[in-house]
């Protein structure tokens, strides 16, 4: 009996939080639908130095993150497991595309982001790295559609981004959000393959 008194104190305490933990799944921390965030419609250059935009996107899923090739920092993780993430999609036979918006457009041109993307081993027939904008235009662009802050550091090389995969559904809402330095990738992958195939 002393030992259940203090249990049920600390989920007196706690509130009902508990209740909504136990028998919880993991896709319930990625989905960000009741957010109602939904994408600007926008138009800017790939890697290929053609237009892509909102409107190549129209009627499927894709996975839009903030990336900048310079990036001293978390960069250099990220991009590595969208690849991944790029990946582990293919294998399962589900078609979605990849969006990374340089941060940093005025020396990210179209020829930079190509190499980098070839580099990491981006499949660049479903993977786009977007730039054509000016920096306020982007840091507009993030604000407005994935309330995300894009800033430069002070006395830094470095760009505050959001380091979020954030997966889009085919009527452009921001419905999921993923850690984008997330090595371990299982619970990321099984998501996405359930909301696509709902």
């Not at 939904?38 to 190549?56: A, L, R, T």
């Not at 840091?139 to 802050?149: G, L, V």
Request: hydrophobic share 35%; net charge negative; with cysteine.
């Amino acid at each position: 009996m002393r030992l259940f008194i203090p249990i049920l104190l600390v989920l007196f305490l706690g509130g009902c939080g508990w209740v909504y933990q136990v028998g919880s799944n993991n896709s319930s921390e990625f989905d960000i639908s009741e957010a109602q965030m939904q994408i600007s419609e926008f138009e800017f250059i790939n890697q290929d130095n053609e237009p892509y935009g909102s409107e190549q996107l129209e009627g499927e899923f894709w996975m839009a993150n903030m990336i900048f090739t310079y990036c001293p920092s978390v960069c250099p993780t990220m991009t590595p497991n969208m690849q991944r993430l790029q990946s582990a999609m293919k294998e399962k036979g589900l078609n979605m595309s990849f969006i990374s918006f340089t941060v940093d457009p005025e020396r990210d041109t179209p020829n930079q982001l190509k190499q980098y993307g070839t580099n990491v081993g981006a499949d660049l027939q479903s993977w786009h790295f977007l730039t054509g904008y000016s920096v306020d235009e982007i840091a507009e662009f993030s604000k407005e559609s994935f309330k995300s802050i894009v800033q430069n550091v002070e006395d830094s090389e470095d760009i505050m981004h959001s380091t979020s995969f954030f997966l889009v559904d085919p009527e452009g809402n921001v419905i999921r959000k993923y850690d984008g330095l997330q090595s371990d990738q299982e619970a990321i992958i099984k998501d996405l393959e359930e909301t696509i195939n709902q």
